[in-house]
């Protein structure tokens, strides 16, 4: 299931698939913090492989809300959508057989292409990155959470530590710091403000808490205000491991 930005109906069938299709577990991810498994899909339309990350697997982390990462994913997916950027795969919260959890579509890619290799390639794509994560408030973007499908399509993967109202940016984009936004991501983070007075606002009110909603939309009127991306924050503002 081939899918670009621009690809917002295919998204919508996509999700539809994720939610309604059979889930068989295929194997389990290697060097994951939470449970994550490569799981498939099947249905009329075929067969595709999916990421499944069951809420019971979620490791307790001190600062955030337990059994709650995968709703975090959701909530990512929802924004992503909502600024027109397609950075978070089609993501559903459905049953499984390690019980409720967060599915979503797997992107074929090479682990070699990150953030740290592919950045002067997709410079004006890792601004939209740099201010989502700004907006979601991403605790963890590692450089192998960018990843490049065949197309040559970048997404973004892992937003489960997201949208805590605490600022807890961490990132390796770091680079347009200070810069200017640019009028491509102006626009699509005045769609967002405009899609959080209504359907999105309503998603994400069912997805984290209220505090936390309130905290997403002071980030975003802080970004336009500013008209330029954040500065790095705190002791240290980068993940670990940077990759």
């Known amino acids: 299931m081939a899918l670009s930005r621009a690809d917002s109906a295919g998204a919508r069938d996509v999700s539809a698939r994720l939610a309604g299709a059979s889930l068989e577990l295929v194997e389990r ?13 099947s249905d009329d339309a075929g067969e595709a492989l999916v990421i499944y990350k069951p809420r019971r697997g979620e490791r307790p982390l001190w600062d955030f809300p337990p059994g709650s990462l995968c709703e ?5 997916f929802a924004v992503s959508e909502a600024m027109g950027w397609a950075i978070v795969p089609p993501t559903v919260l459905r049953d499984g057989p390690l019980g409720p959890g967060m599915v979503q579509l797997f992107i074929d890619h090479d682990p070699d ?12 794509r890792f ?6 994560d700004a907006v979601i408030n991403n605790a963890d973007r590692k450089s192998g959470h960018c ?10 993967i892992d937003h489960g530590v997201s949208f805590h109202a605490d600022h807890k940016l961490r990132t390796v984009i770091w680079d347009y710091a200070g810069e ?9 983070l005045c769609r967002l403000a405009r899609e959080l007075e209504g359907p ?12 936390e909603v309130e905290a997403a939309g002071a980030r975003l009127r802080r970004l336009l205000d500013s008209g330029s991306f ?9 993940p670990w491991p940077l990759v």
Request: proline residues 8%; glycine residues 10%; charged residues 20%.
């Open 29 to 41: 991810m290697p060097w994951s913090s939470n449970a994550t498994f490569l799981a498939a899909i």
């Open 230 to 238: 954040p500065l790095p924050r705190g002791d240290y503002p980068y």
């Open 72 to 76: 975090r994913e959701m909530a990512a």
């Open 147 to 156: 990843v490049k499908d065949a197309r040559g399509h970048v997404w973004g």
């Open 200 to 211: 999105v606002g309503n998603r994400l009110a069912g997805l984290l808490a209220p505090g």
């Open 113 to 124: 292409d990150h953030y740290l290799e592919l950045r002067d390639a997709h410079a004006d």
């Open 180 to 188: 200017p936004l640019s009028a491509a991501v102006t626009d699509g």
């Open 127 to 132: 601004r939209e990155f740099a201010a989502f």
